[in-house]
Nanobody, 118 residues
Framework: QVQLVESGGGLVQPGGSLRLSCAAS????????MSWVRQAPGKGLEWVSE????????YYADSVKGRFNISRDNAKDTLYLQMNSLKSGGTAVYYC???????????WGQGTLVTVSS
């Protein structure tokens, strides 16, 4: 079945770096744009970044621009998010999601927790 599985979350100190991965299966990964979305404790979903199906187009929320980098390896059916200069208070669950018809995120992973704390 269609599935997205995130990994790479954990505890990191403010100013540190972390790389998240999202393994896709059950669909032709290279045909679809992908996105990262996060949710901080007690808050709503926040779109973080997205990448076109071929990887040539990348977009970022202002809050992460210049610090995060989204990429994908279509040969490995895997999406990545390199996070640098993580900020104190930046704890959140990060989800990867697939764009379907009408630009809707129609498949979501289970999320991976990133805790930013000293």
């Amino acid at each position: 079945q269609v599935q997205l599985v995130e990994s790479g979350g954990g505890l990191v100190q403010p100013g540190g770096s972390l790389r998240l991965s999202c393994a896709a299966s059950g669909f032709t990964f290279s045909r679809y744009g992908m996105s990262w979305v996060r949710q901080a404790p007690g808050k709503g979903l926040e779109w973080v970044s997205e990448i076109s199906n071929g990887g040539g187009g990348t977009y970022y929320a202002d809050s992460v621009k210049g610090r995060f980098n989204i990429s994908r390896d279509n040969a490995k059916d895997t999406l990545y998010l390199q996070m640098n200069s993580l900020k104190s208070g930046g704890t959140a669950v990060y989800y990867c999601a697939k764009y379907g018809h009408y630009y809707i995120l129609d498949v979501w992973g289970q999320g991976t927790l990133v805790t930013v704390s000293s």
